[in-house]
Every structure is written in structure tokens, then in C-alpha cells.
């Protein structure tokens, strides 16, 4: 086995980790724009809000609080958090070896 392999591994780590850091900010900006009100005419707000909304498809609409702030903060909430415990589990798992 080549002495790089290990090297190689911790980079692939660092990149899920940072890629599941990135995902979770997204989101995170995208429940605390919703939550402050942002001007949805904005460039941002809606690259922000396409972004989430497509990185938490699967959960955005999971839960059917009847406040509608409470289904944007659980549903992209959770999506943040899957996405924050999965990636970085992988990376440390990639990290030991």
C-alpha cells in the first residue's frame, strides 16, 4: 500500500467535512433570513433560499406545524443537522484510518 493512501484519505475527510460545513451554513442563512424577514426581491435572499431549498428537498416540508416559521426552522433545521452529524461521522471515520 502506498504511503500517501492514509494522506489522501484525511484530505477526502477535510473535503466532506467542509462540504457538510457549507451545506449546514447555507441552510442555517436560509431559516435565519426566513426568520428576519429578508427582502425576497434580493439576489441573495433567493440564491440563499433556491439553495436550501434544494439541499433540504427530502425535509422541507417533513413537519406540519400550523406556524409556518416552525415548519422552515424544523424542516431546514433538520436537513442542517443531518447534514452536520453525517458528514463530519464520515469524516472522522475517514480521519482514524
Known sequence: M???YPNGTKQAGTVIATVADIAAVILGLWILM?????????????FVHEAARWLAGWSHDLFTFDAEWARVVAGYGLAAVVYLVAGHGIANRLHRD
Open 2 to 4: 502506498s504511503p500517501r
Open 34 to 46: 426566513y426568520l428576519l424577514d429578508a427582502n425576497r426581491a434580493n439576489d441573495l435572499v433567493q
